[in-house]
């Protein structure tokens, strides 16, 4: 059974800095990539982030240069770094586990999910 546990949501301010954390278990995800998703009230859910199990990265074009995804394999973690935060980033960030070697950005790609950590930031 695959579980994803995400962590590090809040309050911060516009300009602030928050660190998300997902840790998986349940198996080995040597073969996985893991994204990123989040979700503001009324809008679906939208791509944020991603990071191959191996590393490297790819992100959405509204957080690129403020956003970086790493990966602890040790720990079966994955981090979101979210730096310059702004108003418009408030939502509940999900993560989520494909498995697959490659990165993908859409949700329907990704057979496992957390229960997402609720970001507000406020002006």
């Known amino acids: 059974q695959v579980q994803l546990d995400e962590s590090g949501g809040g309050l911060v301010q516009a300009g602030g800095s928050l660190r998300l954390s997902c840790a998986a278990s349940?198996?080995?995800?040597?073969?996985?990539?893991m994204g990123w998703f989040r979700q503001a009230p009324g809008k679906e859910r939208e791509f944020v982030g991603a990071?191959?199990?191996?590393?490297?990265?790819i992100y959405a074009d509204s957080v690129k240069g403020r956003f970086t995804i790493s990966r602890d394999s040790a720990k079966n973690t994955v981090y979101l770094q979210m730096n310059s935060l702004k108003p418009e980033d408030t939502a509940v960030y999900y993560c989520?586990?494909?498995?697959?070697?490659?990165?993908?950005?859409?949700?329907?790609?990704?057979?496992?999910w957390g229960q997402g950590t609720q970001v507000t930031v406020s002006s």
């Open positions: 349940g198996r080995s995800f040597s073969n996985f990539a």
């Open positions: 990071i191959r199990w191996s590393g490297g990265g």
């Open positions: 989520a586990a494909r498995l697959s070697i490659s990165a993908a950005t859409n949700a329907r790609d990704y057979e496992y």
